[in-house]
């Protein structure tokens, strides 16, 4: 199966504790996103990769880290830093960065909550 | 500022009935518009692109337009479906950006019922 997986589906976090999301493609695409969604609002970005070793902050990265060692995985790290983790996040991947055309793959989303 | 408007917010339609979204963009410079479905907990689909050239795109029941000089767009869906009910969302991309520059309207939930 070709696709974009996200682990874990649900995950909740105590306040203080750093978590990591989990994103995997084996699409072969060179971009990959990650997104905040929260209730009535649009996607807001995170990060994002277009090559491996290098990423870029998107409009809210405070609170958040990232790592791009390899092409396939793109983890989101959720620190203690972040005022309100609690939402839907999203992990997205393109084929080729430069083409205006370029669809977003999405995956399945992770649902974190902070007790 | 690029802005992405979605109405209306929230849309209930009997199974079997047409209904048409709306999405109006500030986005500058324009370069394309997507159109996404986005079940309850699960990621966006994509349903069509459109370019500043092209005024229609058709996948199945899915019917998008686009109006480059009044910036507006809007999606028809045709004989609702159960599975139809989804949030839809609009997404506006800058030109000569790269994908990495969207932006997204905050959705417009459909409701399908028997």
């Known amino acids: 199966d070709g696709g974009i997986t996200q682990s874990p589906k649900y995950l909740f976090r105590k306040e203080g504790q750093n978590v990591t999301l989990s994103c995997e493609q084996n699409?072969?695409?060179?971009?990959m996103y990650w997104y905040r969604q929260d209730p009535g609002q649009g996607l807001r970005l995170i990060y994002y990769?277009?090559?491996?070793?290098?990423?870029q902050k998107g409009d809210i990265a405070e609170g958040y880290s990232v790592s791009r060692e390899k092409k396939e995985s793109f983890p989101l790290t959720v620190t203690s830093a972040q005022k309100n983790p609690t939402a839907f996040y999203l992990c997205?991947?393109?084929?080729?960065?430069?083409?205006?055309?370029?669809?977003?793959?999405f995956g399945p989303g992770t649902r974190l909550t902070v007790l | 500022k690029n802005q992405v408007e979605q109405s209306p917010q929230s849309l209930i339609i009997l199974e079997g009935k047409n209904c048409t979204l709306q999405c109006n963009y500030t986005v500058s410079p324009f370069s394309n518009l997507r159109w996404y479905k986005q079940d309850t907990g699960r990621g966006p689909v994509s349903l069509t692109i459109m370019t500043f050239s092209e005024n229609t795109k058709s996948n199945g029941r899915y019917t998008a337009t686009l109006d480059a000089d009044t910036k507006q767009s809007s999606l028809h869906i045709t004989a609702s479906q159960l599975s139809d009910s989804a949030s839809y969302i609009c997404v506006v991309s800058v030109s000569g950006a790269g994908s990495y520059q969207l932006t997204f309207g905050k959705g417009t939930k459909l409701s399908v019922i028997p």
């Open positions: 990769s277009q090559i491996v070793n290098d990423f």
């Open positions: 699409l072969n695409h060179d971009a």
């Open positions: 997205a991947s393109t084929p080729i960065p430069q083409r205006e055309r370029n669809e977003q793959f």
